[in-house]
């Protein structure tokens, strides 16, 4: 058996023996099939499978709890600014930890990082399903844990992007992208799905809590999710990745040296915190859009935020193929500018099947653009210092996601939240013509891509 294929086979998990330290894709990895694989191919490999649906299983948890967090947030509060500060404490963190934790990701052994930070999140979990168990929920008992799960995943994030690029072979890598971010997408669709009908059958009205059980069902049961994945990476064998020696200001800034020394890196990174700020507003306030706007319950915030995930994952889906048919220009241009005129027609919309249609042409442009950066970066990122480039990603997308939300949350306070929407929509629509002045960049990508 030849190295390149020792090296192949424990990515893959199909090797018995552990090969060497170094795992940088071969060249027989990197060169191209003749035809592009199909984005179920990567399930046929045995660490990406168990990867993906012990991740499944963990983000149906989280976002099964996401929903009832932000309700009995915004029941107790009654405002919107409390309720935007929900994902302020969740992502908030990783706008000041994300470089350590893109340094850590490049550092320590990927996987290790990831079993002590799902361990954490399993343990905010079940301290908040049971400060709501027993009465003792307010915004000074449910934030704290929030604020433990938004640091764990500051270094969560990275490593858990990072380690996608470890699990497949190379010309794998889009496809692998791609479903994850399906089962990312499903987790959010049949996650908010289960948790409004927890809502609307558990006594949380008038916003005082009568009975709590249904909101800390949800937290119990997103503690016992992370078993899931925990448990897939036991099972999961791969080689170590090449890791930097030791912590230093080169390692922690090796990320924006990268996307300084790459244009192409930098312009994907810009896409993702456009995407980021101005999709916050609509994603952070739509709990407070059903029920003031709409004139809407529990049960319909749960299925808007559904069917805004089902349009991200079909998004998320059709992303590769989209990429190769249309180009990662026309993705990113005509997407955001569908995006902005959906935002908007959203906004002055009150009937509420005609918001069902609207936020799941938003979510499919929003996951279909997000799936195609995400796989650009994997590609033209060197796999020492992916754990960087990563967190960059996500500090972009993810960390700023808390100041759009906290921005469109206080705006919302002064002008209401249909105008914040149209506004955010407007942005969206500016953001267009900045992609359009860098399309040569945005060409480049759907090399990478393929």
């Not at 938004?150 to 270094?155: N, P, W």
């Not at 059958?201 to 009568?210: A, D, F, L, P, R």
């Not at 009975?211 to 800390?216: L, Q």
């Not at 005129?341 to 499919?364: D, E, Q, T």
């Amino acid at each position: 058996m030849t190295s390149a294929d020792s090296k192949e086979q424990i990515a893959t998990g199909e090797s018995e023996v552990a090969p060497g330290p170094v795992v940088a894709p071969s060249q027989a990895e990197d060169a191209k099939p003749e035809a592009p694989p199909r984005i179920v191919d990567a399930l046929r490999i045995r660490n990406f499978r168990l990867f993906f649906f012990g991740a499944f299983v963990s983000n149906l948890g989280t976002w099964l709890q996401s929903v009832p967090l932000s309700w009995l947030v915004l029941e107790m509060t009654d405002s919107a600014f409390w309720v935007a500060m929900v994902p302020v404490s969740q992502f908030g963190p990783m706008l000041i930890l994300g470089l350590p934790g893109g340094a850590a990701a490049d550092r320590f052994e990927r996987k290790k990082v990831l079993l002590v930070t799902q361990t954490v999140m399993l343990t905010s979990a079940a301290v908040l399903s049971y400060i709501t168990f027993t009465g003792r929920a307010s915004l000074v008992t449910v934030f704290p844990p929030v604020i433990l799960t938004g640091v764990a995943l500051a270094f969560n994030m990275p490593a858990f992007q990072a380690f996608i690029g470890d699990l497949v072979p190379r010309h794998h890598v889009p496809s692998a992208i791609s479903l994850n971010s399906l089962q990312f997408s499903l987790g959010r669709v049949i996650g908010p799905a289960i948790a409004g009908y927890i809502l609307a059958t558990s006594g949380i009205t008038g916003g005082i809590i009568v009975e709590a059980s249904g909101p800390a069902t949800a937290f119990a049961i997103n503690s016992m999710s992370y078993l899931a994945v925990i448990g897939a990476l036991l099972l999961i064998r791969v080689a170590p990745h090449e890791r930097t020696q030791k912590f230093t200001k080169n390692s922690f800034l090796g990320g924006f040296k990268t996307a300084r020394e790459t244009p192409v890196i930098g312009t994907l990174i810009a896409v993702a915190m456009a995407m980021s700020l101005f999709s916050a507003p609509m994603i952070s306030l739509l709990p407070v859009f059903a029920r003031n706007v709409l004139n809407k319950g529990a049960g319909s915030y749960g299925t808007l935020f559904a069917v805004f995930a089902m349009g991200t994952a079909l998004g998320s889906v059709m992303s590769p193929r989209l990429v190769r048919q249309l180009g990662y220009k026309v993705i990113v241009i005509g997407g955001t500018l569908t995006q902005a005129a959906v935002l908007a027609g959203f906004a002055l919309n009150r009937w509420f099947p005609l918001a069902l249609g609207l936020i799941v042409i938003y979510g499919s442009m929003h996951g279909t653009i997000l799936a195609a950066t995400s796989s650009g970066l994997q590609m033209a990122s060197p796999p020492r210092r992916r754990g960087r480039v990563m967190s960059l990603f996500l500090m972009a997308f993810a960390g700023l996601y808390p100041l759009g939300a906290l921005i469109g949350g206080t705006t919302a306070q002064g002008v209401g939240v249909p105008v914040t929407m149209l506004i955010a929509a407007g942005l969206l629509g500016c953001s267009s013509l900045v992609w359009f002045k860098f399309r040569e960049r945005l060409s480049h990508v759907g090399g990478l891509v393929h």
